[in-house]
């Protein structure tokens, strides 16, 4: 298998694993009496959490980009 492939096909599962815990969290969160108390920092978290795998995928893209230019 391709590095490249096999690094994408591993960030796309770490991320979907990140984003069902997200979600989970979030449900727990809001199925509760009150949210807000109890779950302050989800907000921070989903931002951060986006943050990161923008800058992750731009990262590789560009990546890819110089080393095809390069050869």
Same mark, same amino acid.
């Given at each position: 298998? @391709? /590095?490249? /492939? !096999?690094?994408?096909?591993?960030?796309?599962?770490? +991320?979907?694993?990140?984003?069902?815990?997200?979600? !989970?969290?979030?449900?727990? #969160? +809001? $199925? $509760?009496?009150? =949210?807000?108390?109890? #779950? =302050?920092?989800?907000?921070?978290? !989903?931002?951060?959490? +986006?943050?990161? &795998? &923008?800058?992750?995928?731009?990262?590789?893209?560009?990546?890819?980009? &110089?080393?095809?230019? @390069?050869?």
């Amino acid at each position: 298998m @391709d /590095k490249q /492939k !096999f690094l994408l096909k591993l960030l796309a599962t770490v +991320f979907g694993v990140q984003m069902a815990l997200l979600g !989970f969290e979030m449900y727990r #969160c +809001f $199925s $509760s009496n009150h =949210p807000m108390q109890e #779950c =302050p920092q989800v907000e921070n978290t !989903f931002e951060k959490t +986006f943050n990161v &795998i &923008i800058a992750t995928t731009l990262a590789l893209l560009t990546g890819s980009a &110089i080393s095809k230019k @390069d050869v």
